[in-house]
């Protein structure tokens, strides 16, 4: 019960700080101008024809996929700065041991604020996601092949880095956690291109970083899941013969890769449980 209790503490606390009111205030403008961008699709010509529809589908899809790795940054920023002040926040500010000198464990907070941030990101996510694929097809026709792939790869790519970043914040302070969370986002990414172009080259040893990058922190590989789950069968098929990218992905994740990315999230989790629990407040 005390662990619902700080989740829904943590939710009406985002709620009153207007955070979460600003962050799809914020979002909607930025759908709303993709949304123009892709009204201008279907009147597009290519060598003075105008487009197929398929070639607006296609168009569309490129379209699309760019602008949800833009959506993949702001999530995964949101998700780190979220995060990162949950716990160290608190001890910083002393609130935390005000809290825990009541009938409180600490497990019970961690848990507490990893619920009520994991629900914040899930309905950002949801109906960020949902109303960009909607205002595509309306203005396109173009949808893509696993809209529910999709939504999920990208929701469980922004509760990974959530997770990472709240064990950090058990240890360190808010501003270092949130800084490192970032960093490793952005350095997952350049191990997943640089494993592309192992491949590209038949290089295995380069190849290899990019494996060792979607075991280590999995959100390189979950982007790329969604990407899969996004885009054409073309693309799919570009990527087989070699050109594969942060853009295009030539399969879906395995269900080893599945398995392994919800053993990382109950590790983490554990382990910052077990951080917290061995810490001076």
């Known amino acids: 019960m005390a662990t619902w209790v700080i989740a829904s503490l943590t939710w009406r606390e ?8 600003a962050l799809l205030a914020l979002t909607a403008i930025v759908i709303g101008v993709s949304g123009w961008g892709f009204s201008r ?27 949800m790795f833009m959506f993949s940054f702001v999530l ?7 995060a990162a002040p949950a716990i160290a926040g608190e001890l910083e500010s002393g609130v935390a041991q005000g809290l825990l000198a009541r009938p409180l464990r600490r497990r019970e907070l961690v848990l507490g604020r990893w619920l009520g ?3 914040t990101i899930t309905v950002y996510t949801l109906l960020s996601t949902t109303l960009e694929f909607a205002l595509v097809r309306w203005t396109t026709g173009y949808w893509p ?33 949130g800084v490192i969370a970032v960093i490793a986002f952005g350095a997952m990414w350049l191990g997943g291109v640089a494993g592309a172009f192992g491949q590209v080259f038949h290089n295995a040893a380069i190849t290899n970083v990019g494996v060792i990058t979607h075991l280590l ?18 693309f799919a098929a570009a990527a087989i013969r070699g050109l594969n990218s942060s853009f295009e992905s030539a399969s879906g994740p395995t269900t080893w890769y599945l398995v392994w990315v919800a053993l990382w999230m109950v590790v983490v989790l554990g382990l910052a449980l077990v951080s917290f629990e061995s810490r001076e407040a």
């Open 14 to 21: 985002l709620v009153r700080r207007k955070l979460v009111v």
């Open 117 to 119: 941030l994991s629900l």
């Open 217 to 234: 922190l999995p959100t390189d590989g979950l982007w790329h899941a969604a990407v899969y789950a996004m885009e054409p069968t073309s």
């Open 76 to 82: 995964a920023l949101t998700c780190a700065f979220l």
């Open 41 to 67: 699709v279907p009147s597009l010509h290519l060598a003075g024809h105008p487009l197929t529809q398929g070639e607006i589908h296609t168009a569309a899809a490129q379209l699309l996929l760019l602008v």
């Open 145 to 177: 092949p696993q809209v529910i792939a999709a939504e999920a790869a990208l929701l469980v790519e922004g509760l990974v880095l959530l997770t990472f970043t709240l064990a950090l914040s058990t240890r360190i302070s808010a501003i270092t956690a």
